[in-house]
């Protein structure tokens, strides 16, 4: 069976075309192997790994594609959990900074913060600073990055060890190079602004920075671009909600709620022509 991908993972896809081009001159079994990753058929791919790895000449890329394999099958038992995270070790004990090995640092991360019966929340989220700080140019450094600032911002703390914490994130988000990373992480620190301290304004510059990175690629971008308009439309920046909720609008999908957006740009339109609008009477 296809498996979709987690969300609260790393984008599979994204890793898988990575290592995919590392492989993209391997022999025919190779290939066929990444082929079936890259489809996320991990089932068909778990076999073909194992070959692989178990072979006199099995290569990083091969043992790393195993653990990998292992990583997304259905379900995700104990048992297998520890062989992908011994398998993630190993490769990273040979060699932690090369891609394979940083990758394989995340993963063992992931497999802490995710799967665990009993995560250590506080212990993640510093293990993915360090993999920032440590690998800050590198995708999976700049996607440990991301996760740091999701546990940060929503972490059973005192509001004012949060805000203490904030500033290295902040500072360090306009010049994440991945641009994913740099949209998911101001995404959180907008969830947080609005949620967690209610501030609104910080959160609709955040969300700006999330659209400048890419807000469409997210699965969950009419969600984003409807709490930013609506951020805006609490705020009364007319052109800042217009311009986010026509994005809602241009991904073409049926939502019941563009009954209302689209009452709201009518009246934004009215507004900026000089107009009074009862804005209470708007849903």
């Given at each position: 069976?296809r498996?979709?991908?987690d969300?609260?993972?790393l984008?599979?896809?994204v890793a898988?075309?990575?290592?995919?081009?590392?492989?993209?001159?391997?022999?025919?079994?190779?290939?066929?192997?990444?082929?079936?990753?890259?489809?996320?058929?991990?089932?068909?791919?778990?076999?073909?790994?194992?070959?692989?790895?178990?072979?006199?000449?099995?290569?990083?890329?091969?043992?790393?594609?195993?653990?990998?394999t292992?990583?997304?099958?259905?379900?995700?038992?104990?048992n297998?959990?520890?062989?992908?995270?011994?398998?993630?070790?190993?490769?990273?004990?040979?060699?932690?900074?090369?891609?394979?090995?940083?990758?394989?640092?995340?993963?063992?991360?992931?497999?802490?913060?995710?799967?665990?019966?009993?995560?250590?929340?506080?212990?993640?989220?510093?293990?993915?600073?360090?993999?920032?700080?440590?690998?800050?140019?590198?995708?999976?450094?700049?996607?440990?990055?991301?996760?740091?600032?999701?546990?940060?911002?929503?972490?059973?703390?005192?509001?004012?060890?949060?805000k203490?914490?904030?500033?290295?994130?902040?500072?360090?988000?306009?010049?994440?190079?991945?641009?994913?990373?740099?949209?998911?992480?101001?995404l959180?620190?907008?969830?947080?602004?609005?949620?967690?301290?209610?501030?609104?304004?910080?959160?609709?510059?955040?969300?700006?920075?999330?659209?400048?990175?890419?807000?469409?690629?997210?699965?969950?971008?009419?969600?984003?671009?409807?709490?930013?308009?609506?951020?805006?439309?609490?705020?009364?920046?007319?052109?800042?909600?217009?311009?986010?909720?026509?994005?809602?609008?241009?991904?073409?999908?049926?939502?019941?709620?563009?009954?209302?957006?689209?009452?709201?740009?009518?009246?934004?339109?009215?507004?900026?022509?000089?107009?009074?609008?009862?804005?209470?009477e708007?849903?």
């Amino acid at each position: 069976m296809r498996l979709s991908i987690d969300n609260r993972l790393l984008n599979a896809a994204v890793a898988l075309l990575l290592v995919f081009a590392y492989s993209a001159q391997a022999n025919e079994e190779r290939s066929r192997a990444w082929e079936q990753a890259h489809a996320q058929e991990w089932k068909l791919a778990l076999p073909l790994f194992r070959e692989l790895a178990a072979s006199e000449e099995a290569t990083r890329k091969d043992r790393f594609g195993l653990a990998l394999t292992l990583l997304f099958q259905q379900p995700r038992t104990k048992n297998v959990l520890d062989k992908a995270d011994q398998l993630f070790k190993e490769l990273t004990d040979e060699l932690s900074d090369d891609p394979i090995g940083i990758a394989s640092q995340y993963y063992r991360i992931r497999i802490g913060h995710v799967f665990s019966l009993s995560p250590n929340l506080e212990a993640s989220r510093l293990a993915y600073r360090d993999l920032y700080r440590k690998y800050s140019d590198d995708f999976f450094g700049q996607q440990a990055l991301v996760r740091y600032a999701i546990l940060t911002t929503f972490a059973p703390q005192p509001i004012e060890d949060l805000k203490a914490d904030l500033p290295e994130i902040e500072a360090i988000i306009p010049s994440l190079s991945d641009s994913s990373s740099r949209r998911d992480a101001a995404l959180a620190l907008a969830q947080a602004y609005l949620v967690l301290f209610r501030d609104k304004r910080s959160a609709l510059n955040w969300y700006i920075v999330a659209d400048e990175a890419g807000i469409t690629r997210r699965a969950d971008s009419k969600r984003s671009y409807l709490s930013a308009a609506g951020t805006a439309w609490d705020l009364r920046e007319w052109d800042k909600a217009r311009y986010f909720y026509n994005k809602f609008l241009s991904l073409n999908t049926r939502d019941n709620r563009e009954i209302v957006v689209r009452k709201r740009l009518y009246a934004i339109d009215r507004a900026l022509a000089g107009e009074t609008i009862e804005f209470h009477e708007i849903p």
